[in-house]
T-cell receptor
Framework: DQQVKQNSPSLSVQEGRISILNCDYTNSMFDYFLWYKKYPAEGPTFLISISSIKDKNEDGRFTVFLNKSAKHLSLHIVPSQPGDSAVYFC????????????FGEGTQLTVNP | DTGVSQDPRHKITKRGQNVTFRCDPI?????LYWYRQTLGQGPEFLTY????????KSRLLSDRFSAERPKGSFSTLEIQRTEQGDSAMYLC??????????????FGPGTRLTVL
């Protein structure tokens, strides 16, 4: 039962353009969503998060959008840079205190110079 | 910058052997999590401690797996009688327990286990 799903295993974009990574979830109890970035041989690094009471959260070049009715969230990176090339994981949690994270399968982003 | 550390980084073992991994969380974090990641998948939750108490265990954590956090600081994850299906990256994460807001989990670099 894959409760968090990232349907695109890979995405390739040109430097300076927008990268859009998508994530769908099925569990309506999820109320907090996060994006993590992972480089090879390193653990996932927290990038940005959003509470279910919001529909947008922005941090510099990164913006996360949440559409609760569609159970869909997306991460926008603009402008994309070669250093953004990594695997991006969407994760969700029920509650904010001490909860397990449920991850998607990840999307490999490649930003070409 | 003392982040989450894990030891060893790599472990190769033969089927049937026991292995133990260690995780040292960020010092002021009282919550500690173990996840397992296999190729092409995202991390999957295994278990969670608040201080020394193990508060939640996934059904993925079979009776061959045991985790401890005896003094509420570092944690160990032991796998007994390893099987080839145990081959994976084992990730440890820690988080604070501040009231209000979300407490992000900070991950270590992982221990890659290969069972031959």
């Amino acid at each position: 039962d894959q409760q968090v799903k990232q349907n695109s295993p890979s995405l390739s974009v040109q430097e300076g353009r927008i990268s859009i990574l998508n994530c769908d979830y099925t569990n309506s109890m999820f109320d907090y969503f996060l994006w993590y970035k992972k480089y090879p041989a390193e653990g996932p690094t927290f990038l940005i998060s959003i509470s279910s009471i919001k529909d947008k959260n922005e941090d510099g070049r990164f913006t996360v959008f949440l559409n609760k009715s569609a159970k869909h969230l997306s991460l926008h990176i603009v402008p994309s840079q070669p250093g953004d090339s990594a695997v991006y994981f969407c994760a969700a949690s029920v509650g904010t205190s001490g909860s397990r994270l449920t991850f998607g399968e990840g999307t490999q982003l490649t930003v070409n110079p | 910058d003392t982040g989450v550390s894990q030891d060893p980084r790599h472990k190769i073992t033969k089927r049937g052997q026991n292995v133990t991994f260690r995780c040292d969380p960020i010092s002021e974090h009282n919550r500690l999590y173990w996840y397992r990641q296999t190729l092409g998948q995202g991390p999957e939750f295994l278990t969670y401690f608040q201080n020394e108490a193990q508060l939640e265990k996934s059904r993925l954590l079979s009776d061959r797996f045991s985790a401890e956090r005896p003094k509420g600081s570092f944690s160990t994850l032991e796998i007994q009688r390893t099987e080839q299906g145990d081959s994976a990256m084992y990730l440890c994460a820690s988080s604070p327990s501040r009231r209000g807001g979300f407490n992000e989990q900070f991950f270590g670099p992982g221990t890659r286990l290969t069972v031959l």
